[in-house]
């Protein structure tokens, strides 16, 4: 039976709250805490995606309207077409999987190829706190069941930071792992510091490999190809990235130069659902693992969620979560329930079709935007 698309209807809902783990290194006056949903139709079928605004996407409908939403591959280039002129344009690819789970009545982990509906997640915490403060919150998370939790590093002395990765290995002692994100990769657009050099970079990871961290994030710009890779071959340390690479040439180049042992391309954000699958099996190819960042609300973590668990074989995934500011509740308020981690430290996937979740339309008409 063929298919063909009927509707696109793009909409922008605001969470009326400033997420506030926030404040503790984002300057900028907040209110609110924004979601951008796709909906993607076939006659009855529905399937929706978030992430990125879809900036420049209106007026372009028609390259999909009409089309088979199963001739993905000819969406995805079309799409790749459109965020060099406009925005990321990956939303509408989510949609587009979650339509077809629908159709065929599969849950997209099983509709990409996986035989299994458990991941297993760590917790990425977003604020900065003094050691004592962010050791207690990881004992807090590590008694939630937590086997891995993430903390950032933004302080203008990287000493001080080191300083809460010290308290939390004693707290939490040898068997939680711990990451640790530089976040020097990218900057937010007020943010004119230079990136770390690579003898900060590689003084960071020796001492970070000292407190047995799993994996040292984003350590020098995103572009420094050859800083990455001499990082990578002169420390001990695991060193991870990736995370909102636009051109899909990037990624190809992390992996030619060898540049990184953890690539984490979120899928709303940086390559989509088909381009993401199709890397995950050349870097596990080559030894090395895939591990998306999902940095956004319950749909864009849902949908990493899906293909990791089609295709990666990491230990982990990102689960942000920094309570009590972050909670899944704030996280997820575009879902009808959010999504939670059982106390294994897994999540257990929806069996149901497509990305498993059912929205409910009525419930968001008051975050409309
Ligand atoms: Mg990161």
């Known amino acids: 039976m ?24 984002d300057p900028r006056p907040r209110t609110s805490f924004t979601s951008t949903i796709v909906r993607v139709r076939v006659g009855d079928y529905e399937g929706v995606g978030s992430g ?3 900036l420049g996407f209106a007026g372009h409908e028609t390259l999909f309207l009409g089309q088979d939403p199963f001739d993905i591959a000819r969406h995805v ?6 965020q060099f002129h406009y925005g990321r344009m990956w939303p509408l690819e989510i949609a587009l999987w979650d339509l077809m789970g629908k159709i065929e009545g599969l849950p997209l982990w099983k509709l990409l190829g996986g035989n299994s509906n458990k991941v297993r997640v760590y917790a990425s ?61 990218w900057r937010m657009p007020w943010d004119i510091r230079p990136s770390w050099d690579l003898k900060t970079a590689l003084w960071l990871s020796d001492a970070l490999a000292e407190l047995d961290v799993y994996w040292l994030e984003e350590p ?25 690479a636009r051109e899909f040439a990037e990624l190809k180049e992390y992996l030619r130069r060898g540049c990184l042992d953890v690539y984490q ?14 890397l995950a099996e050349e870097i596990q190819a080559g030894g090395a693992m895939y591990s998306p960042h999902t940095w956004g ?19 982990f995934i990102e689960y942000p979560l920094d309570p009590p500011t972050w909670t899944p509740d704030l996280r997820d308020f575009i879902l009808p329930e959010p999504i939670r981690v059982d106390p294994d430290g897994t999540i257990t996937l929806p069996d149901k079709p497509g990305l498993g979740v059912n929205i409910d339309w009525q419930a968001l008409q008051t975050f409309r935007i």
């Open 265 to 278: 391309p979120d899928v709303a954000w940086s390559t989509g659902i088909l381009r993401g699958r199709q």
């Open 2 to 25: 063929s298919h063909t698309i009927t509707a696109i209807e793009i909409n922008h809902y605001r969470l009326p709250l400033d997420p506030p783990f926030l404040a503790s290194w």
């Open 125 to 185: 915490t977003g604020g900065r706190l003094p050691p004592g403060q962010r050791a207690e919150s990881a004992l807090e998370l590590q008694a939630l069941g937590f086997p891995a939790l993430k903390l950032r590093f933004h302080a203008q002395d990287p000493n001080d930071d080191l300083a809460v990765v010290r308290a939390v290995r004693e707290a939490v002692g040898p068997d939680m792992d711990i990451q640790v994100d530089a976040n020097q990769g």
């Open 220 to 244: 020098l710009h995103r572009h420094d190809y050859r800083g990455l890779a001499e990082l990578r071959e002169r420390t001990r340390l695991r060193i991870a990235g990736g995370e909102g």
């Open 77 to 82: 280039e079309v799409l790749d077409n459109l």
């Open 297 to 315: 609300d319950g749909l864009v973590l849902l949908a990493n969620l899906h293909v990791f668990a089609a295709v990666s074989t990491a230990p």
């Open 52 to 54: 990125d605004a879809m």
